[in-house]
Antibody
């Protein structure tokens, strides 16, 4: 059974940093692109970042470029999101998701339960 | 960047009704579109990919259609467990965009 379990969320002050983790199991982690998607309270879904199987390609939404870094450790079956210079608008539930490809479409077939990040003084 | 616009933003319907949700892309995306269902406090669930391909395990009352800029998600006969929020999603040049969501409520 595919499982994705996020951790590392919490309350952080504006300008602070936080590192999210996602532990994967039930599939060959090193064979899949992975992603972070977030959802602000009461709002819709927003894609944050993607990373290729070997970490050689990474893509970000414009609003987090230069502040967030996606990474992975295939030996530990883990995905990470290092978040620096956090802003109030980064407050959201952050989901880890597995990516599948169909032609040019990348879509998310499995999701974790999410971890809440709150940026507030 | 490609924008995705869903309509309606919310819809009320009854068990057994047929419901259609529309998603429009700001430029052509061929058939590179997925649909998700999300219930309160839960992670999204994949329903449809490549505009019309049903994800394994998803009931056949869900169907998707469209290509280019206009897409639809249809639920042929609403069941109580279908009341949720639905999102479309496109991926282009390694950038993903979701629609704003359509909340399906019980009438």
């Amino acid at each position: 059974e595919v499982q994705l379990v996020e951790s590392g969320g919490g309350l952080v002050q504006p300008g602070g940093s936080l590192r999210l983790s996602c532990a994967a199991s039930g599939f060959t982690f090193s064979s899949y692109w992975m992603s972070w998607v977030r959802q602000a309270p009461g709002k819709g879904l927003e894609w944050v970042a993607n990373i290729k199987q070997d970490g050689s390609e990474k893509y970000y939404v414009d609003s987090v470029k230069g502040r967030f870094t996606i990474s992975r450790d295939n030996a530990k079956n883990s995905l990470y999101l290092q978040m620096n210079s956090l802003r109030a608008e980064d407050t959201a539930v952050y989901y880890c998701a597995r990516i599948l490809w169909f032609g040019e479409l990348s879509y998310f077939d499995y999701w974790g339960q999410g971890t809440l990040v709150t940026v507030s003084s | 960047d490609i924008q995705m616009t869903q309509s309606p933003s919310s819809v009320s319907a009854s068990v057994g009704d047929r419901v259609t949700i529309t998603c429009r892309a700001s430029q052509g995306i061929s058939s590179w579109l997925a649909w998700y269902q999300q219930k309160p406090g839960k992670a999204p669930k994949l329903l449809i990919y490549a505009a019309s391909s049903l994800q394994s395990g998803v009931p056949s009352r869900f169907s998707g259609s469209g290509s280019g800029t206009d897409f639809t998600l249809t639920i042929s006969s609403l069941q109580p467990e279908d009341f949720a929020t639905y999102y479309c999603q496109q991926a282009n040049s390694f950038s993903n965009t979701f629609g704003q969501g359509t909340k399906l409520e019980i009438k």
